[in-house]
């Protein structure tokens, strides 16, 4: 039996065991989840469970998530010391989970489902699969390799792979703004070699 199911059943027993109509206005019609795919359906579910949000609280949502996981992101650079002790993972892991943070402060602009789609994009895809695999990459070498050799530099490059990376899906929203990057690297790169 399905969760909407359950709850229907509950309904119907609630208000008397009739099937009646005001049961059927409070539930997605079932007929209707089978026909639309599994995104769609884990989307209304969400949906469903949460309220919609006028303009000003999405903003304020936005703002709030991204501000708090950018401080938790930056703020974990008060921590680089204990990297240069050989101990990174605290600093590795607070400014991890200060990006993932700010990532979900996106969604409350445009819901979750519209910015898996804009971050999957074409001209995207390339960043958001390198930012989210160094994401869970740091996460998995800084928990579960302790004794592993070379984790902290390992940990400084994947940290260094995410900043790029979002630096990169970031600069995808700029018109233009991935080609003039590349071509100042490129002249910067031309300049180097020519010394």
């Not at 991204?66 to 974990?76: A, E, H």
């Not at 993932?100 to 999957?120: E, N, R, W």
């Amino acid at each position: 039996m399905s969760l909407w199911g359950g709850v229907k059943e509950k309904l119907t027993s609630l208000s008397g065991g009739s099937n009646n109509a005001d049961a059927e206005i409070l539930l997605p019609l079932s007929s209707k989840n089978e026909e639309r795919s599994w995104q769609d359906q884990i989307e209304e579910e969400v949906c469903d469970l949460l309220p919609s949000l006028t303009l000003q609280q999405r903003l304020f949502g936005c703002a709030a998530c991204m501000g708090f996981g950018y401080i938790l992101s930056f703020g974990s650079f008060f921590r680089f010391a204990k990297v240069l002790k050989g101990e990174p993972v605290p600093f590795v892991v607070t400014a991890t989970m200060g990006n993932i943070i700010a990532l979900c402060g996106s969604c409350f602009l445009t819901g979750p489902a519209s910015q898996t789609k804009k971050m999957f994009h074409e001209s995207r895809w390339i960043a958001t699969i390198m930012y989210l695999s160094s994401l869970i990459a740091t996460l998995v070498v800084a928990f579960f390799c302790h004794k592993m050799p070379g984790q902290g530099p390992l940990l400084i490059v994947l940290m260094i792979c995410q900043y790029i990376s979002v630096a990169w899906y970031c600069i995808s929203y700029i018109p233009f703004a991935r080609q003039m990057v590349f071509r100042l690297f490129s002249r910067v790169y031309a300049e180097i070699m020519e010394e």
